[in-house]
């Protein structure tokens, strides 16, 4: 019996670099819990150039599930480049989305399912707590407040991913960073243009495997520049608001 929620299809998709020892459980994890929410759904798995075990193992879940689709990047393309071939290779009108890396559960996509309606075009998670080293938290809080400001943004989390949203914001909103700051990018252009948010809490676990990509000093020194950058595009110079910008994701179905 489907979940209570909207009456859709799901696309379901999995950013993956080197994530060999995550992926396979997550996947499954995901297929069974999509299941339960609506007959018309997808896994689709973003191989970002892994140079692991990752390709191998996609490809045998892709013979065993038929719901199970898999893109391979040749070369890595980094976090944005993953979350962008996402969205643009789901085809269902719902798309939800959480890493490879196994520190959220998949099986919560159903509380995002539950709290969608017809008022809301995006349901964002916000992590309960942070299961993270003491120096990812407090560089993720100063992070996190100091975009918030900045990109004067009001959902509480701008870096949990683990979000559902309609697929028709990308006929409006054109996503173009390749980095880890496509989430500050999505969320502004969003909320820009005025598309309805609501937030629900989920748990984040502890990295039970591999590495973060994100947290070395070279990445954060990068990060700052890629922040500042963005800011300037989108709070400063407002490119996404003039007209046209925001209108033809080059990608849409």
């Not at 080293?133 to 809080?141: A, E, M, T, Y």
Request: charged fraction near 25%; proline fraction near 4%; hydrophobic fraction near 40%.
């Amino acid at each position: 019996m489907p979940a209570e929620g909207p009456a859709k299809g799901l696309s379901v998709f999995f950013p993956a670099y080197n994530d060999s020892g995550t992926i396979a459980s997550l996947v499954i994890t995901a297929l069974r819990t999509a299941r339960t929410l609506t007959p018309d759904h997808e896994v689709i798995v973003i191989n970002d150039g892994s140079a692991d075990n990752t390709a191998e193992i996609l490809d045998e879940l892709a013979r065993t599930y038929p719901e199970v689709r898999i893109v391979h990047h040749e070369k890595n393309r980094g976090y944005g480049g993953a979350l962008r071939s996402g969205f643009a290779a789901a085809t269902r009108e719902l798309i939800f989305y959480t890493d490879g890396d196994a520190q959220y559960d998949p099986a919560e996509m159903e509380v995002l399912w539950r709290a969608f309606n017809d008022d809301v075009d995006l349901v964002n998670g916000y992590k309960i707590s942070r299961s993270d080293p003491l120096h990812r938290i407090v560089i993720g809080r100063i992070y996190h407040h100091t975009v918030k400001i900045l990109f004067g943004l009001t959902v509480r989390d701008v870096d949990c991913d683990f979000r559902m949203m309609r697929r028709a914001i990308f006929d409006k909103v054109r996503l173009e960073k390749n980095s880890g700051v496509i989430c500050l990018e999505m969320m502004k252009k969003i909320t820009d243009a005025n598309f309805r948010i609501t937030e629900v809490p989920v748990h984040h676990y502890h990295r039970a495997y591999g590495k973060s990509q994100f947290f070395n000093f070279r990445r954060l020194g990068r990060t700052a520049i890629d922040v500042f950058k963005l800011w300037f595009a989108l709070v400063i110079r407002r490119e996404h608001l003039k007209a046209g910008a925001v209108v033809g994701h080059p990608h849409a179905h």
